[in-house]
Nanobody
Framework: QVQLVESGGGLVQPGDSLRLSCAAS????????MGWFRQAPGKEREFVAG????????SYSDSVKGRFTISRDNAKSTMYLQMNSLKPEDTAVYYC????????????????WGQGTQVTVSS
């Protein structure tokens, strides 16, 4: 079992950057594929980025590709999401998830979730 805690959200202006962190408890972090998802009011939770256990393979949604970078540090049991060139449409609660096996773009395939961190992009 793993517990996840997101941090790093906030209120920023369009074009700014933020780095989200997802800290995991336990010694098994390296055995989980990880993903970032987001959910805006009135919308379903959507895939943002995913990363394999080793960090060797990553995947992004088309809406964030080229602007966001997912990474992980297994020694620190932490995953990151570097978000650059933020847009108002990036406004959402961002969640990290963990699952066994490969990473997935499907939210209900994840076994564990954090509580979320709010990102608001507004001028």
């Amino acid at each position: 079992q793993v517990q996840l805690v997101e941090s790093g959200g906030g209120l920023v202006q369009p074009g700014d950057s933020l780095r989200l962190s997802c800290a995991a408890s336990g010694r098994t972090f390296r055995t989980y594929a990880m993903g970032w998802f987001r959910q805006a009011p009135g919308k379903e939770r959507e895939f943002v980025a995913g990363i394999t256990q080793s960090g060797g393979t990553t995947s992004y949604s088309d809406s964030v590709k080229g602007r966001f970078t997912i990474s992980r540090d297994n020694a620190k049991s932490t995953m990151y999401l570097q978000m650059n060139s933020l847009k108002p449409e990036d406004t959402a609660v961002y969640y990290c998830g963990a699952r066994e096996g490969g990473y997935s773009r499907v939210s209900y395939s994840y076994d564990y979730w954090g509580q979320g961190t709010q990102v608001t992009v507004s001028s």
